[in-house]
């Protein structure tokens, strides 16, 4: 099916839009039902926390108060972390798939069924696994940066009907700012392309910084994307150095004419000058 010939009539577009939007919705009520039948159980995503907290020191993973304390040291950079944390998911995704369904439909359609399945995936293990973040977790030490500094994106944990707070594993800001990246550099040429993976490398230290996820939190939303992409079926792209040359119009094989069979070479006949100069004893 020709996704950019659906696109160009009237009708295939506004139902493609529709089922875009319906799929969204459909996310955010799932995610909406996540937050209800995790209700009550905080004091197991607080057991859950404490355990990713000293399963990561076995892994000998550094702590993350070594990334929180050089934000805390000014206000401007965990101001900044915050904003970052708040601001940028969100809009950023958006804005990607919105150029990749108007410039790149093929990568776009492979982009929003990772970010589907991801999302999916984070949501049954959110339900069965339910993890307070590190800035929940008085084991860590570490603040909420959000709630002391601003801004913040979440309320009291017991009151907040919003969002879920005890699904910190797996990290959906990382695994959705790293999808966004790949899709990136796969659509677009050059060295400084590989620039975009700056997004998800930034937005990990800011999770672990503002303590809204623990390392282990990214490192499951890398596997678990990585194991979707594998699974899903590449964009077909055209390789340029195995496209045949432009050939014009041909032109008509000429043959040339065959030789007359009677026709032979005739011998010179030697002239008086020609026998005068002949050498000697060479007759």
């Known amino acids: 099916m020709d996704t950019r010939r659906g696109a160009s009539r009237p009708g295939g577009a506004l139902r493609r839009?529709?089922?875009?939007?319906?799929?969204?919705?459909?996310?955010f009520l799932a995610y909406k039902a996540g937050r209800q039948l995790v209700a009550g159980r905080a004091g197991t995503a607080l057991a859950n926390g404490e355990r990713i907290w000293w399963l990561e020191r076995l892994l000998h993973l550094p702590d993350e108060a070594l990334v929180q304390a050089p934000l805390l040291a000014h206000?401007?950079?965990?101001?900044?972390?915050?904003?970052?944390?708040?601001?940028v998911h969100f809009p950023a995704t958006v804005l990607c798939l919105v150029w990749l369904y108007l410039r790149r439909p093929a990568h776009y359609l492979r982009l929003r069924r990772a970010l589907a399945a991801l999302t999916g995936a984070a949501m049954v293990l959110h339900v069965c696994v339910p993890l307070a973040p590190p800035r929940l977790t008085a084991l860590t030490g570490l603040i909420d940066t959000g709630r002391r500094y601003g801004p913040s994106v979440y309320g009291p944990p017991d009151a907040d009907q919003l969002s879920n707070q005890y699904a910190a594993m797996p990290?959906?800001?990382?695994?959705?700012?790293?999808?966004?990246?790949?899709?990136?550099?796969?659509?677009?040429?050059?060295?400084?392309?590989?620039?975009?993976?700056?997004?998800?490398?930034?937005?990990?230290?800011?999770?672990?910084?503002?303590?809204?996820?623990?390392?282990?939190?990214?490192?499951?939303?890398?596997?678990?994307?990585?194991?979707?992409?594998?699974?899903?079926?590449?964009?077909?792209?055209?390789?340029?150095?195995?496209?045949?040359?432009?050939?014009?119009?041909?032109?008509?094989?000429?043959?040339?004419?065959?030789?007359?069979?009677?026709?032979?070479?005739?011998?010179?006949?030697?002239?008086?000058?020609?026998?005068?100069?002949r050498p000697p004893g060479r007759g």
């Open 75 to 87: 206000e401007l950079p965990v101001r900044l972390a915050n904003s970052y944390y708040a601001y």
């Open 17 to 27: 839009t529709a089922r875009e939007l319906t799929l969204v919705a459909v996310l």
């Open 171 to 277: 990290s959906l800001h990382v695994g959705w700012a790293l999808a966004v990246a790949l899709a990136l550099v796969a659509v677009t040429a050059g060295r400084w392309r590989w620039l975009w993976l700056a997004h998800p490398l930034v937005t990990m230290v800011v999770v672990v910084g503002t303590g809204n996820h623990y390392w282990l939190d990214g490192v499951v939303a890398v596997a678990l994307l990585g194991l979707i992409l594998a699974a899903l079926p590449r964009p077909a792209t055209v390789d340029h150095r195995c496209v045949p040359p432009v050939v014009g119009p041909s032109r008509p094989h000429v043959v040339p004419p065959p030789r007359r069979a009677g026709r032979r070479r005739t011998t010179k006949v030697p002239t008086a000058a020609d026998v005068r100069l």
